[in-house]
């Protein structure tokens, strides 16, 4: 079992948290157009061990070869994926500083650091005061790709990982993608954005228009091979 990091926008991490997220897709280095019968599976290497692989037909139309092109960066079923987040932290209260130490010591501080002592920008909120190196108050958020692993409040295990056309996500994908809030949240927030009315009624719009609201206008229409990789949210130790 493996441990790697993924990164998360402040919408998809209060779905992780309120478990209507269980999938994520993920533009991969799959894109050729000269792949045919592309699909993921389970290889075995001497060195490498299993992983997921990124197929295809060698000889389309003439035999059954396979040839591989790249394994899933994500890892395979089995594997965690720790989420990296908008943060700051760790964070103390005025009680737990001793005036007569340098707490900021890599041997004071170290007590301090797990999720219970971080803020995270997708609870809300403006971003808590801390204090810098050279002891100065600061208030701003740390981005999620400088998230250290003692840091991450949620943790992902993988179930399933596949290969797929972006546009050829189903309805319930879409659910499990976490782009299916029919009362509130981003659905309604890129409705009214784009003046639709009845984007909370489909799914597969709401997810269309959350991709493209993080990966750029017009990417929709690009269609591009993506990894699917679904999980499950595992409980805090």
Known sequence: MKQRPILFSGPMVRALLDGSKTQTRRVGKIQSPDFVGLKAEAVTHATLGCQIQATHDAFPGRGTARHAICACPYGKPGDQLWVRETWQGPLLEEYEVDADADWQSANRIHQYQNPAHCAFAADGGSPPEFIDS???IQRRWRPSIHMPR???RITLEITGVRVERLQDISIEDAKSEGAWWPDESIVSKVA?????DHLGANPYNAYQMLWESINGP???DLNPWVWVVSFRRMEAA
């Open 134 to 136: 050279d002891d100065n």
């Open 150 to 152: 003692w840091a991450s």
């Open 192 to 196: 009214e954005y784009f003046s639709i």
């Open 218 to 220: 017009d990417s929709w």
